[in-house]
């Protein structure tokens, strides 16, 4: 299993990214997949979640209305994408899988400052 993030960066306040994971090693479209956040001092949390289709989604209470996740499963990627960023939003997001265990990428760094 190999997860792959892109997209972070620095954004200034009410700015957007969209993150990227490509996943390969095993069947894409048979899993649900997530995102996870950790910000410095803090623990790891979920931020969203999307079924192995696609059609049902979760989002922190955090980020609701301002982040939307989604899939392509013809391309074994995951997306993130990231609207009205704020500052408490800064930390490194990681593309997350279970199969029998949690699979994680290396985390791609965001952070939002003017």
């Known amino acids: 299993v190999q997860l792959v993030e892109s997209g972070g960066g620095l954004v200034q306040p009410g700015g957007s990214l969209r993150l990227s994971c490509a996943a390969s090693?095993?069947?894409?479209?048979?899993?649900?997949m997530s995102w996870y956040r950790q910000a410095p001092g803090k623990e790891r949390e979920l931020v969203a979640a999307?079924?192995?289709?696609?059609?049902?989604?979760n989002v922190a209470d955090s980020v609701k209305g301002r982040f939307t996740i989604s899939r392509d499963n013809a391309k074994n990627t995951v997306y993130l994408q990231m609207n009205s960023l704020k500052p408490e939003d800064t930390a490194v997001y990681y593309c997350n899988v279970y199969s029998q265990r949690n699979y994680w990428g290396q985390g791609t760094q965001v952070t939002v400052s003017s």
């Open positions: 090693g095993f069947t894409f479209s048979s899993y649900a």
């Open positions: 999307i079924s192995s289709t696609g059609d049902s989604t």
